[in-house]
């Protein structure tokens, strides 16, 4: 900082003010500044300044799987609004695994990251050093069943009530649902919302129609062959994960079921490819982009105090989900 005052002719409070933004400097003085800066490229150093501004500005995020198409967008969400407030993000990858959770959270403390986003693994506690050391963190996605300080998800139960509802209307009563990990909250809700919609409309929820999986398309697939290869296999299935998703359309295949005139298919997750899939696939399109903007947002709070754990404890926001129809679901073929 003392070569770029020297270089730009002004004093040491001068350059702070322009890189900090801290006071008002004249047009010239701080064109002058910024000129010297890049002369001989100056970096501020950002370790100093964490530590005399007590924040670095810089959060951790931890998914559980970097394959899943659903976290990118989440992503998206997060990295845009942080880089309107300055921050940085540091992106971990616990795929599914409660020690590999717990070890990139250890690694984002010793760094001094501000606070934390996490879709936390199914058996994982790890988050309770967090909470009990009171740094600032908000769940995304997967909401802990017992304590948490805030949270963003989607409202599972009212869109697997709808995408059902949806099958409904079109004549389907033999309708078949492959669950996730009933461990975490996002399939507890979603199967939750199914038997909902059927129990409202007074239809049976077959327990041979109600496969429970994990997070795999190697599970979709394997169930997916369980359900078409019953004596009277059901008329339509949903599917409660897009990589469950991409094995029960193998299994269709393979089955020679044709859909939707054979079997409709409702997935959840929209991707870019749902729509070039013989035929076109109806999907539950989750606010993945806004799910991560609002997570962002709702940490930045709890960094800045702006919220106390004491006088208001931890919201969760729950987002709507859209339908969106394509050809993969039409009336059965009884109908």
């Not at 810089?58 to 845009?80: C, K, L, S, W, Y």
């Not at 010793?110 to 506690?125: E, I, K, P, T």
């Not at 327990?207 to 398309?217: E, I, Q, T």
Request: contains cysteine; glycine residues 6%.
């Amino acid at each position: 900082m003392k070569d770029v005052a020297r270089l730009a002719g002004v004093s040491n409070a001068t350059v702070s003010a322009v890189i900090n933004g801290t006071a008002t400097v004249s047009p010239d003085r701080s064109l002058r500044v910024r000129q010297a800066i890049e002369a001989i490229d100056y970096h501020p150093d950002q370790v100093a300044r964490s530590l005399k501004v007590g924040r670095t500005l810089v959060i951790g995020m931890v998914i559980p799987d970097v394959t899943n198409t659903f976290f990118p967008a989440v992503i998206r969400g997060v990295e845009d609004a942080a880089s309107i407030e300055g921050y940085s993000v540091i992106l971990c990858n616990s795929n599914e695994d409660a020690s590999q959770e717990q070890c990139h959270l250890n690694t984002l403390l010793s760094r001094r990251v501000d606070g934390v986003l996490l879709a936390y693994v199914d058996n994982s506690l790890s988050y309770d050093r967090l909470l009990r050391g009171r740094v600032p963190i908000v769940f995304f996605d997967r909401i802990p069943q017992v304590v948490h300080r805030g949270a963003v998800a989607t409202d599972n139960a009212a869109a697997c009530n709808m995408a059902t509802q949806h099958l409904i209307k079109l004549g389907h009563s033999e309708i078949a649902f492959i669950a996730g990990n009933l461990r975490l909250s996002p399939h507890v809700d979603r199967l939750a919302g199914f038997r909902a919609a059927m129990q409202k409309n007074d239809l049976p929820i077959r327990d041979r129609f109600l496969k429970l999986g994990d997070l795999s398309s190697e599970t979709g697939y394997r169930l997916g062959l369980e359900l078409l290869h019953q004596d009277d296999p059901p008329t339509a299935v949903i599917s409660s994960n897009s990589k469950m998703l991409l094995g029960l359309l193998r299994a269709i295949r393979e089955a020679q079921f044709s859909c939707p005139e054979r079997v409709s298919v409702i997935g959840f997750d929209d991707h870019v490819w749902s729509e070039f899939f013989n035929p076109p696939l109806t999907t539950v399109a989750q606010p993945c982009y806004e799910m991560g903007r609002m997570a962002f947002e709702m940490l930045l709070k709890r960094i800045g105090g702006e919220e106390s754990e004491t006088t208001q404890p931890g919201e969760t926001v729950l987002l709507n989900a859209e339908l969106h129809l394509r050809q993969s679901t039409a009336p059965p073929h009884s109908a």
